[in-house]
T-cell receptor, first 115, second 114 residues
Framework: GAVVSQHPSWVICKSGTSVKIECRSL??????MFWYRQFPKQSLMLMAT?????????EQGVEKDKFLINHASLTLSTLTVTSAHPEDSSFYIC???????????FGPGTRLLVL | AQSVTQLDSHVSVSEGTPVLLRCNYS??????LFWYVQHPNKGLQLLLK??????LVKGINGFEAEFKKSETSFHLTKPSAHMSDAAEYFC????????????FGTGTRLTIIP
């Protein structure tokens, strides 16, 4: 149980285009989903927290107009990187929980390369 | 504010010998503490978590960790390392104060020597 999937697993795009990453909780309802970013050989940094049906809460320094997050259902959240640039290249990881103090379960990550 | 310090960026042990990965935390409130493992090109997997119950926490794959409030530590141990334990390990803290925000340590890369 508690499986989280991400799609795509990796994506290459041209600079200036937008990329959408999906995060799904496969066997539980995720009240809250989180998006993290991980640079090579570094730790995970929380980008934003989203509750189903509400606007996402972004961490300081994260541009909300660049990283659009939608959490329209209890099993799906999407992260759209708008007008991507090479510096946006990174490993993006989502996690999902049933809210409160429940454990977060992580997806396998999406590797984004912007050329 | 909460923070986590993983004292070693890289640990190497021989197969069959004990593993010790060190973690110290800082938290203003009663924390929850976690250890996650990340194998290459795979997602993070929860090894174990402490949430104010027993201070010695047993996790999967023979790992365990002990919460020591007086030392603000949550070190991860395993009696006998296996080749499959080679991975990146993250110590994580959450303050349990109405939010689930996790703060990750910088990670410890565990290498197993055959």
């Amino acid at each position: 149980g508690a499986v989280v999937s991400q799609h795509p697993s990796w994506v290459i795009c041209k600079s200036g285009t937008s990329v959408k990453i999906e995060c799904r909780s496969l066997d539980f309802q995720a009240t809250t989903m989180f998006w993290y970013r991980q640079f090579p050989k570094q730790s995970l940094m929380l980008m934003a927290t989203s509750n189903e049906g509400s606007k996402a809460t972004y961490e300081q320094g994260v541009e909300k107009d660049k990283f659009l997050i939608n959490h329209a259902s209890l099993t799906l959240s999407t992260l759209t990187v708008t007008s991507a640039h090479p510096e946006d290249s990174s490993f993006y990881i989502c996690s999902a929980s049933q809210g409160g103090r429940e454990t977060q379960y992580f997806g396998p990550g999406t590797r984004l390369l912007v050329l | 504010a909460q923070s986590v310090t993983q004292l070693d960026s890289h640990v190497s042990v021989s197969e069959g010998t004990p593993v010790l990965l060190r973690c110290n935390y800082s938290s203003s409130y009663s924390p929850s503490l976690f250890w996650y493992v990340q194998h290459p090109n795979k997602g993070l997997q929860l090894l174990l978590k402490y949430t104010s119950a027993a201070t010695l926490v047993k996790g999967i794959n023979g790992f365990e960790a002990e919460f020591k409030k007086s030392e603000t530590s949550f070190h991860l141990t395993k009696p006998s390392a296996h080749m499959s334990d080679a991975a990146e390990y993250f110590c994580v803290v959450s303050e349990n104060f109405g939010n689930e925000k996790l703060t990750f340590g910088t990670g410890t890369r565990l290498t197993i020597i055959p």
